[in-house]
T-cell receptor, first 111, second 115 residues
Framework: DAKTTQPNSMESNEEEPVHLPCNHSTISGTDYIHWYRQLPSQGPEYVIHGLTSNVNNRMASLAIAEDRKSSTLILHRATLRDAAVYYCILSLPNSGYALNFGKGTSLLVTP | NAGVMQNPRHLVRRRGQEARLRCSPMKGHSHVYWYRQLPEEGLKFMVYLQKENIIDESGMPKERFSAEFPKEGPSILRIQQVVRGDSAAYFC?????????????FGPGTRLTVT
């Protein structure tokens, strides 16, 4: 299975942009890149997903490298409510619905 | 709009008892997934169900665990003869379709403690 690598933790100041990196060098051509986040004691929350092209939604932007071996989740203006663990996930081959979360990046936002 | 609902939120069972976890998907969603999060680990896929059908149970432990999604009512994850290692947070998610590329909506989870 293709794996992802993320930094254990990152820190950002409130109202500044945050770039959360993810490496997935063994990604296959049909794997979607999903981003979820999880606040303490809550279920994960969908953030964004993409396949090849960059994607934007109301929460964030997803920048995907041309070779698809890495991607970056961009929060344009971090707020205190964005403090969470962010997970970069690749769908499993032949079972794109199955998400296996790694350890993710714990984002700390300071005022 | 009600989100994914799970109950109970907290469940304590003694070793050897049965645990039943319930999940009601979002309105209009017919695809349900169960995940388990062990302490200090990420969520792991367990099973994918549609109404009256198990589509993929490749992540389910071979023994003691079962899941169903009946025609009427919530999806149920059943753990028989619980052991301490079953202590975890169990999350249910639902989606409009089962194909990759569609977001899953997660419930708040059921935290199972086995004493």
């Amino acid at each position: 299975d293709a794996k992802t690598t993320q930094p254990n933790s990152m820190e950002s100041n409130e109202e500044e942009p945050v770039h959360l990196p993810c490496n997935h060098s063994t990604i296959s051509g049909t794997d979607y890149i999903h981003w979820y986040r999880q606040l303490p004691s809550q279920g994960p929350e969908y953030v964004i997903h993409g396949l090849t092209s960059n994607v934007n939604n109301r929460m964030a932007s997803l920048a995907i490298a041309e070779d698809r071996k890495s991607s970056t989740l961009i929060l344009h203006r971090a707020t205190l409510r964005d403090a969470a663990v962010y997970y970069c996930i690749l769908s499993l081959p032949n079972s794109g619905y199955a998400l296996n979360f790694g350890k993710g990046t714990s984002l700390l936002v300071t005022p | 709009n009600a989100g994914v609902m799970q109950n109970p939120r907290h469940l304590v069972r003694r070793r050897g008892q049965e645990a039943r976890l319930r999940c009601s998907p979002m309105k209009g969603h017919s695809h349900v997934y169960w995940y388990r999060q062990l302490p200090e680990e990420g969520l792991k896929f367990m099973v994918y169900l549609q109404k009256e059908n198990i589509i993929d149970e490749s992540g389910m432990p071979k023994e003691r665990f079962s899941a169903e999604f009946p025609k009427e009512g919530p999806s149920i994850l059943r753990i028989q003869q619980v052991v301490r290692g079953d202590s975890a947070a169990y999350f249910c998610a639902s989606s409009q379709t089962g194909t990759s590329g569609y977001e899953q909506y997660f419930g708040p989870g059921t935290r199972l403690t086995v004493t």
